[in-house]
């Protein structure tokens, strides 16, 4: 999680195919990209088509991105969470009264093909948790 503007706050959820040395390089090269672009205030959903054209030209042997990626919006009692998912499990958003309620949000991985489905999904709650 990191800060994006005065009540706002990024977060993103993810997993690289593969492990060792090379899928952390991917990690890192995607985390610093990914915060970059969450500076300009865009969409999840754009943040993602971008990193995801970033990693389309790059020779990634194979690899890919599962992530979800999130803007939350914090202002007093109320929270808005707009997100957009990449290949990665959903998001849920845990009320008050400690009922889960899945966002529906699904997009295409990140890395394989040169233009991917997305769409961001957004959600308020009233002094409620958000969860991802």
Do not use: Y
Request: a negative charge; proline letters at 5%.
């Amino acid at each position: 999680m990191f800060a994006v503007g005065a009540d706002q706050w990024g977060l993103a959820i993810g997993d690289v195919c593969g492990k060792g040395p090379q899928a952390a390089a991917i990690t890192a090269m995607a985390r610093w990209t990914l915060r970059s672009l969450v500076g300009d205030a865009q969409a999840p959903a754009e943040v993602l088509r971008k990193l995801n054209e970033f990693m389309f030209r790059q020779d990634l042997n194979g690899r890919f991105i599962t992530l979800v990626d999130a803007v939350l919006d914090l202002r007093g009692d109320e929270a808005r969470v707009t997100l957009a998912c990449a290949g990665h499990p959903p998001a849920i958003v845990v009320s008050d009264s400690g009922e889960p309620v899945r966002v529906n949000a699904s997009g295409d991985l990140l890395g394989v093909w040169p233009e991917i489905r997305l769409r961001d999904t957004s959600r308020q709650t009233i002094g409620s948790t958000i969860s991802a």
